[in-house]
């Protein structure tokens, strides 16, 4: 057997790499868009501000109204072989409040855990006397926020492998270009005054990338997803990219919106509350 040196296999690697970067780029079908870039979604919010947000992230000077998020009606189209969380809306709240453009109420979880201290109460377990926790104190939702998600892939080795295998530098790679596929999210967001019903602003977002198949490689820069579950996979990344992608359109809209009348600020230690 013929041994080909070393230095005469770089031209034939080189070639093979830069072939199917050629491939891709002239299916159109790499890269993350968020618009026409990509992003992450990460940090906190509270009352430090947004900590460690995406540099991405279109934000406001300062709330225009209390929000909450409404969970879809007709469910999210996302196959359940992803492992994804069952919904998005808790990554969305967290792009809600780092963009300081609304003060967020709970209608998930937390009410829920309001109205069982509620109970507890009335019902003589909690305290009665010195109690920290008053009827009456909640704040009401001003506007709510409903989103909508379609995740898709598709397989897209066939193609490039079929141009790879009439190539001869190329065609010994046929077996891992058929492990290419493409990733895309599509979302909206719909914003409505729960006091006239009018739907006050809608934006979408959408983000495409190209999963190499090789270790969870793709070409295009995801970054990191915030939200438990939303960083475990390319497929969880890519939503979460969409919905940020989908707030920083929303939030042009949001800035015209005269504010509405708002509670007081949370209080805080330095007194500014």
């Known amino acids: 057997m013929k041994l080909i040196p070393s230095s005469k296999k770089q031209p034939a690697v080189l070639a093979a790499a830069l072939g199917l970067g050629l491939i891709l780029a002239g299916c159109g079908k790499q890269g993350a868009t968020l618009g026409e870039g990509s992003s992450e979604i990460t940090g906190s919010a509270g009352p430090a501000g947004a900590h460690k947000a995406s540099r991405e992230l279109v934000k406001c000077e ?17 196959a359940s072989s992803y492992n ?3 919904s998005p809306v808790p990554l969305i709240r967290l792009l809600a409040q780092q963009s300081g453009c609304f003060r967020v ?7 829920k855990a309001t109205i069982k201290e509620q109970e507890l109460k009335d019902a003589g377990i909690l305290r009665q006397q010195g109690s920290t926790v008053h009827k009456g104190k909640g704040y009401e939702a001003q506007y709510s926020l409903t989103p909508s998600l379609s995740f898709s892939e598709q397989n897209a080795g066939r193609e490039v492998g079929g141009l790879m295998a009439q190539i001869p530098v190329l065609n010994k790679f046929v077996a891992a270009a058929e492990q290419v596929k493409l990733k895309e999210a599509q979302v909206a967001l719909l914003l409505t005054d729960n006091e006239t019903t009018e739907q006050l602003a809608a934006a979408t977002g959408s983000v495409r990338v190209t999963d190499l198949g090789m270790g969870g490689l793709v ?3 995801l970054g990191g997803a915030g939200g438990a579950g939303w960083a475990n996979s390319n497929e969880g990344k890519v ?4 919905f940020l992608d989908a707030h920083n359109k929303l939030v ?9 009348d708002l509670p007081p600020p949370v209080a805080t230690k330095s007194g500014k509350g």
Do not use: C
């Not at 300062?62 to 996302?78: F, K, R, S």
């Not at 939503?239 to 969409?242: E, G, L, T, V």
């Open 219 to 221: 070409v295009g820069k």
């Open 252 to 260: 042009v809209q949001v800035r015209e919106l005269a504010a509405k």
């Open 105 to 111: 109420v709970d209608r998930s979880a937390g009410l």
């Open 62 to 78: 300062a709330p225009v109204a209390t929000l909450a998020l409404v969970e879809n009606p007709n469910g999210y189209t996302v």
């Open 84 to 86: 994804l969380p069952s």
């Open 239 to 242: 939503i979460a990219a969409a």
